[in-house]
């Protein structure tokens, strides 16, 4: 028998290798060759070679009569967490689902050698043992937010440590984060560990990665533009390097670039873990990328997903619940004493030009659609969505749309009247959100006289960004923080203020679920209030009504046990009833 040559390599979406002959007029012998090993693997012929799914990766590594392969470093590493993941799966599975049922107190059993025992919180204690079970690859922890997650994180690592069972932890968390991550790791294990964060230059940043830290701390787009360097020096550390990832929902589509970056980070990596109180803020689908970057597509192998959001949630809700390997704890639950949050609509009436804009702007958009064909409204569907996004800005501040616009916007109005009596008759602080750039310089200069802060895009630089949370949180003339949720959403601590305005909504569930936690989490002493500014009669109910729905529906998915939001109109609704049952019994 003649040997022909091949050439194994990993696939750009991490789920199979392909076999690509050196010699393309050897395709045929080859693909026959592999269809005899492997006769129930349906192989078939592609662009990039010939398939071959994970579950039958092992075949290939056992070798083929007749057949050289020539394996990269990538593929044979895939193969191999795949085979470790696979034969440790149901032990490690079965160590944490006994934790979270034993709760805190069998936890410690697991955790005798740690450090945090008098530091950490009851279930921050189960969620270290889950983290750290023998032969474990990793844990989802999706304790909702404020719940102590980075605490978690440290104590888990420190134990690892302390076991000599890893030397390095890479953490890979968004903008707003990365500078919380050393303070936190001074504050709860002092000077142990060298703790440094990827910034400045390019050769700044490589140099950090060459300095021998314990710990290092970068954002997403550096995680992306040194993923050859990380990946040399996790390769370099022989399974005994960690991989956090922080927020993760930003890990949610394998289309992007840091998805797929990670997930190929993570191949050299003995353990992960991805951290996020939302991790399903829009679709069920959101999940998946997470559970798979810790368990290697474990859980969801071989799960066709439908796009549709409702036929795939039961999809997804079965898999978590029965293969999915992660721990849940809601601030109800683990931070009783934390004060009630309460939800207000103030519906607005829009400024009489500001609606001439609206309704012209909502009247071409109709006639657009209805006169489209199926077919041209796919092909034109991006800026059908953008004039629709258009209309929510409309409700905000035309100005953004119309330079021309001199009046004032009915919201800006409004919020004259809702600060004076907040801030100067109360002397509260007050957390406004806008999701619009022109929309948030309006709100800064109009209401300088609070001195008021500015948190957005239009802030780049990070010691900035975070002396204006110092300043919020601890300047008593400072008095407004305007902020956009994409960019201050995720991890602050704002509970100076115990009211939140949202002037206007982001279309992303996340950015909303994040930012309605920047108040209400450990430290607050005072019950929160969310007063919600919708015009009245346009879009943006709908879609505050959607972004509900979305927090309701990603609830359901991880079993979430939670009580229905006080808001005013519930309050009503229970007090007019029990009016209703006095006449009766009248």
């Known amino acids: 028998m003649t040997y022909v040559t091949a050439d194994v390599r990993l696939s750009e979406t991490l789920d199979a290798l392909y076999v690509v002959p050196q010699d393309p007029a050897d395709a045929l012998t080859i693909l026959r ?147 919380e991550w050393p303070k936190d790791f001074a504050t709860f294990r002092g000077d142990l560990y060298r703790v440094a964060i990827l910034t400045g230059t390019s050769v700044q940043k490589r140099s950090t990665l060459r300095s021998g830290a314990d710990v290092l701390v970068m954002n997403f787009e550096t995680a992306v533009a040194l993923e050859a360097e990380l990946k040399s020096l996790l390769r370099n550390k022989d399974g005994r390097a960690v991989l956090a990832i922080d927020e993760s929902f930003f890990i949610k589509s394998l289309d992007a670039k840091r998805t797929r970056a990670l997930r190929r980070l993570r191949e050299w990596c003995g353990r992960a873990y991805v951290l996020c109180g939302t991790p399903a803020p829009n679709a069920p689908q959101d999940l998946v990328q997470q559970f798979s970057l810790v368990d290697f597509g474990l859980a969801f192998e071989g799960l066709e997903l439908p796009k549709d959001r409702e ?124 999701f619009y750039t022109a929309s948030v310089t309006a709100l800064v200069e109009r209401y300088a006289r609070y001195g008021t802060l500015r948190y957005d895009g239009q802030v780049s630089n990070i010691t900035e960004r975070r002396e204006a949370v110092r300043r919020f949180q601890q300047d008593a003339d400072a008095k407004i923080l305007v902020a956009n949720p994409a960019a201050a959403g995720a991890g602050l601590t704002l509970h100076s203020a115990r009211i939140a305005i949202y002037e206007s909504l982001s279309n992303q569930a996340a950015h909303y679920l994040q930012s309605l936690d920047r108040i209400h989490r450990r430290g607050q002493t005072r019950d929160v209030e969310y007063l919600v500014l919708l015009c009245d009669g346009t879009i943006e109910v709908q879609e505050y009504d959607r972004l509900i729905r979305k927090e309701r529906a990603a609830q359901d998915l991880l079993g979430d046990q939670v009580s229905a939001p006080v808001t005013r109109e519930s309050f009503l609704a229970d007090a007019r009833a029990a009016v209703e049952f006095l006449s009766r019994s009248q």
Not at 109 to 114: E, P, V
Not at 336 to 341: A, E, F, G, S, V
Not at 387 to 396: G, Y
Request: net charge neutral.
């Open 311 to 434: 036929t795939a949630m039961p999809l997804v809700q079965e898999v978590v619940d029965t293969r999915g390997l992660y721990i849940r704890h809601l601030k109800t639950d683990v931070l009783p004493d934390l004060p009630q949050k309460q939800f207000q609509r103030i519906y607005v009436p829009m400024e009489p030009r500001q609606r001439r804009l609206y309704e012209g702007a909502l009247n071409r958009l109709v006639d657009d659609a209805e006169a489209a064909s199926d077919r041209d409204f796919q092909k034109t569907y991006a800026n059908f969505l953008a004039r629709r996004a258009a209309l929510l800005q409309v409700c905000s501040n035309p100005q953004g749309i119309d330079p021309s616009y001199k009046e004032t916007p009915s919201k800006l109005a409004t919020m004259d009247n809702i600060l004076h009596e907040l801030v100067e008759q109360r002397g509260e602080k007050v957390v406004v959100w806008s």
């Open 33 to 179: 060759r592999l269809s005899a090993s492997m006769p129930t693997a349906g192989l078939r012929r592609g662009a990039g070679g010939i398939r071959v799914g994970r579950e039958n990766a092992t075949y290939l590594k056992i070798g083929t009569p007749g057949l050289n392969l020539v394996w990269a470093s990538e593929a044979r590493q895939f193969v191999a967490n795949r085979e470790r993941v696979a034969a440790a799966y149901p032990a490690v599975r079965a160590s944490i689902e006994g934790i979270k049922a034993g709760g805190p107190d069998a936890a410690r059993l697991f955790i005798k050698d740690s450090d945090g025992l008098n530091v950490l919180d009851r279930h921050q204690v189960t969620n270290v043992a889950a983290m750290t079970v023998p032969e474990g690859f990793g844990l989802c922890v999706f304790d909702e937010q404020g719940a102590g997650k980075t605490v978690t994180m440290i104590y888990a690592f420190d134990l690892m440590v302390a076991r000599d069972e890893v030397d390095l932890l890479v953490i890979v968390a968004p903008k707003s984060m990365v500078a």
